[in-house]
């Protein structure tokens, strides 16, 4: 039976800034404040020059530092112990050679050694999301004395459910986490942290959504409030 452990090292990888907190902030922070958990986040890529026509730093520079400050302010209500954020190109993961990606990836494992990884769907539209699952299953292969014994995907809103809607790609969870009020409201305010992210209803990234999100995944399992993910291996 998958069920939290108290104190337990948890790591989630992600792709960009707000990714650590639209698909599992909730649950983060039910590990953190209610278990004691020692959560750390890995933020992959500078999430946000993309947004011109060709990715040119020194245009983006206010907002990179912007996005840094939010990622702090967003981890304090989330209850994250630790986060790194790093500047792979922001939907250029696949212009980068995936053992860049890895090595970042085993720094953190070699230093912190984690018991339970989560990231990104294996099959979402964004391709910096693919590949960055890419990397966790590579950096977390189950080789000995590795420390990790569970990893579950997420689904990223605008994202996961935008994809292609076929039988392979599908986001199929089979792990659900009960959350409170407290949890979803931490999230709520993580979100808002975020000045370049946050969306208006109807979008997938509106505090609006992200409720109707975790109330669509309570009533799956018969609760108020829950987040989803899919396990991919666990050792029990």
Not at 174 to 198: D, G, I, R, T, W
Not at 219 to 231: C, D, H, P, S, W
Request: hydrophobic residues 35%; contains cysteine; charged residues 30%.
């Amino acid at each position: 039976m998958l069920k939290f452990q108290k104190n337990s090292k948890v790591l989630v990888v992600v792709a960009h800034p707000d990714d650590e907190v639209i698909g599992l902030g909730g649950t983060i922070n039910k590990m953190t404040v209610e278990y004691n958990c020692d959560a750390r986040c890995i933020i992959l890529g500078e999430g946000i020059t993309s947004r011109g026509n060709k990715r040119d730093i020194k245009n983006w520079e206010k907002e990179l530092v912007t996005h840094r400050h939010n990622i702090k302010q967003a981890s304090k209500f989330i209850g994250y112990n630790k986060t790194k954020a790093f500047d792979f190109p922001d939907n250029r993961f696949d212009s980068v050679d995936l053992i860049d990606i890895v090595k970042i990836i085993e720094e953190e494992k070699n230093e912190f050694r984690p018991e339970i990884v989560l990231t990104h769907h294996s099959e979402d539209l964004n391709i910096d999301h693919r590949i960055t699952f890419n990397a966790v299953m590579t950096a977390f292969r189950p080789l000995k004395d590795e420390s990790v014994r569970s990893i579950l995907t997420f689904e990223t809103f605008s994202s996961t459910e935008w994809q292609e809607y076929s039988s392979s790609k599908i986001f199929r969870p089979n792990v659900f986490v009960e959350l409170s009020k407290n949890n979803l409201n931490s999230k709520f305010k993580a979100m808002e942290s975020y000045k370049y992210e946050k969306r208006k209803y109807p979008h997938p990234r509106s505090i609006e959504s992200m409720e109707v999100f975790a109330k669509r995944w309570g009533i799956v399992v018969g609760k108020r409030y829950a987040e989803a993910f899919k396990l991919i291996r666990s050792i029990l």
